[in-house]
Nanobody
Framework: VQLQACGGGLVQAGGSLRLSCAAS????????MGWFRQVPGKEREFVAR???????YYTDSVKGRFTISRDNAKNTVYLQMNSLKPEDTAVYYC????????????????WGQGTQVTVSS
């Protein structure tokens, strides 16, 4: 599967952005999807994930502010980000796996190209 992420940009603190990740192929519903982010000089970190059945999970720092969802008819996963903070600034990546649905980035086999999110204070 090929993934194409978009929706990043520059926003003021407290604002919102919605990231999208479009997947190629006909079997999107069989993939668990995740969002990760990376700041220069730091390791990529888990943000949110949604499994085949729509069950979601979030890292503590985004709970209550971010929402991951998927539209299998559109082969797309979304990350709605509200109440953004400067510390959310990062390159955001979407990832997919047919066999794994956890938080370990190393176990996702497919990655999008990343989209920059910058939150100004």
């Amino acid at each position: 599967v090929q993934l194409q992420a978009c929706g990043g940009g520059l926003v003021q603190a407290g604002g919102s952005l919605r990231l999208s990740c479009a997947a190629s192929g006909r079997t999107f519903s069989s993939y668990a999807m995740g969002w990760f982010r990376q700041v220069p000089g730091k390791e990529r970190e888990f943000v949110a994930r949604i499994n085949w059945g729509g069950v979601t999970y979030y890292t503590d720092s985004v709970k209550g502010r971010f929402t991951i969802s998927r539209d299998n008819a559109k082969n797309t996963v979304y990350l709605q980000m509200n109440s953004l903070k400067p510390e959310d600034t990062a390159v955001y990546y979407c990832a997919a796996s047919q066999v794994y649905s956890g938080n370990d980035e190393g176990r996702y086999g497919y990655w999008g190209q990343g989209t920059q999110v910058t939150v100004s204070s």
